[in-house]
């Protein structure tokens, strides 16, 4: 089985938080980089947010320009919370879309309607830091899935970054600051700086008025994503 491939994708203020204390972050991006993003989505087989970004930000999650080109929609909800009228679940009859989340939750009321309404759902194990993402993508690979884009939020990048289970990082720096407000990898479990991670730099550069990082790995090397 080909491994898949994980690109995690987010925007940040220059001060390292992708939103506001108060959970805003709708607009930290601006038009260039938004446009990257629908573009990375054509480019990938899935993409991955958790259920915190999907219950404060009600996203589609598609290809805007190029909806026929919308990958698959994978979201992780360890606790099923995912909203009947959400705006993924009224598209999950379009648009493919498939749910992980616990074993105990499978048989419920709601898991039976996300079903009726075209979600598949998937039950894998539950870790201490949340749902197995290493069984999370042995499942997707068996699929055929070998790139996935993971947007966020917090949790889960800070779970992929924790469990170096990613291959590509393109991190968007947009000229703002929010002070006080929610870093991408809050809960990496980072504490020091004898284990900080020091990513590969590929590439920087400008566009528009912000900055594009395009980096791996640091034991890895390899050709940018864009």
Known sequence: MKKCKVLLTFAQSIDGNIAARNGESRYISESGSLSLAQELRRSHDAILVGIGTVLKDNPLLTCRSHPEETPLRIILDSGLRLPEDSRI?????????????????????????????????????????????????????????????VEGGSGVLSAFVAQQLWDRMLVVTSPMILGAGIGPFDRAGILSLDQARKPRVNEIRIMDNEVVWDLSPEESSGESVS
């Open 89 to 149: 679940a009224a598209s999950a009859s379009r648009v493919p879309t498939m749910l992980f989340t616990c074993e105990e939750n499978l048989d419920s009321g709601l898991a039976s309607r996300l079903r009726e309404a075209g979600i598949e759902i998937q039950a894998v194990s539950r870790l201490e830091s949340g749902l197995d993402l290493g069984e999370i993508l042995s499942r997707i690979g068996e699929l055929g899935v070998e790139s996935l884009m």
